[in-house]
């Protein structure tokens, strides 16, 4: 059965519901980073390769691929870091994030596109 957000938090002890909801604020938007360093959805879609409305609906996006996301920070001229938290042990950061495998050549966008078949010649 699925649970109400509001009602998870309303039986929260107040300081705790107030820290929650203190963190939420904190959490940027992809929207807000590009903001933040003062780069127009139009100057990353050029340095992407790609329309400025597909930026805009990666914008509103909830899930994405990590490569999608790592291309996007690195557009803005960032660089994403992916961190394993669990219990009773130290973080672990994730390296070689959407990385090729060792000897296999990266898949760009333009390569990945179909061509099409060049025709025939009769001989």
């Known amino acids: 059965m699925a ?6 938090l309303a039986k929260l002890p107040p300081e705790r519901r107030e ?15 590009r ?14 390769g790609v329309g400025q409305d597909t930026i805009s609906r ?4 909830s899930d994405m691929l990590i490569s999608t996301l790592k ?3 690195e557009a803005m001229g960032g660089q994403l870091e992916l961190v394993a938290r669990f219990p009773n042990r130290p973080p672990v950061r994730i390296d070689r994030i959407a990385e090729p495998a060792p000897g296999r050549r990266p898949m760009h966008r333009k ?3 179909r061509r099409k ?6 001989a």
């Open 35 to 48: 903001q933040a360093v003062k780069r127009t959805q139009e100057e990353l879609a050029s340095y992407l």
């Open 58 to 61: 990666l914008e509103q996006r």
């Open 111 to 113: 390569s990945a596109r």
């Open 3 to 8: 649970r109400n957000l509001e009602r998870v």
């Open 71 to 73: 291309r996007y920070v």
């Open 117 to 122: 078949a060049a025709p025939i010649a009769a």
């Open 19 to 33: 820290k929650v909801e203190r963190r939420a604020a904190e959490l940027a938007t992809l929207k807000d980073l």
